[in-house]
């Protein structure tokens, strides 16, 4: 499967290219989720009023548009989100999920910016980010704690820069 980290492997001459391997790799090691793209849909104009405006995203799967994203940037702060994420419902179960989040993660990255939870998220988000803690992609700054029927609130952050246990490793281009 061809990737944006993926395609960078013969010059793993950045940080952030180095990074965005490590956690492609970290949660996909044998690229065997589906591949999916995720396209700026530029058709809905973004609302005047938020600070900081969620853009929506079409989430495309052999050329079929199977779901949305809503994603936030704060440049400032170097940080990018999704604000929402919705899969229709003939695509669920088929790690369209994942390879939605390995995507976002991975091309925030490339551009130099971490990737973290919402402020508040649903039971199923909440899992997959428990999930990237597991796998050491993503740390908790802020456990989850229940918000609500099926909601959570908490914080947890990919960061766009290398660990330094992954950045040691040989095939990463680390130490030898």
Known sequence: MSSIAESKLTSLDTSYQRRAYEVERAIDPKYSPPGVVIVRDTSEKPAEVEIIPALKHLILFGGNVVGFCNVKTNYYTEERWFNGIRLDDDYRNQ????????????????????????????????????KLAAIGVARAIREFEPAGPDWFRGYYKVEATPSKEMSSDPIIGGAN
Do not use: C, H, N, P
């Open 95 to 130: 790690g369209l999920g994942i390879a939605t989040y390995k995507e976002a993660i991975v091309a925030a990255i490339m551009q130099g910016l971490s990737f973290r939870t919402d402020e508040m998220l649903k039971a199923s988000a909440k899992e997959r980010w428990e």
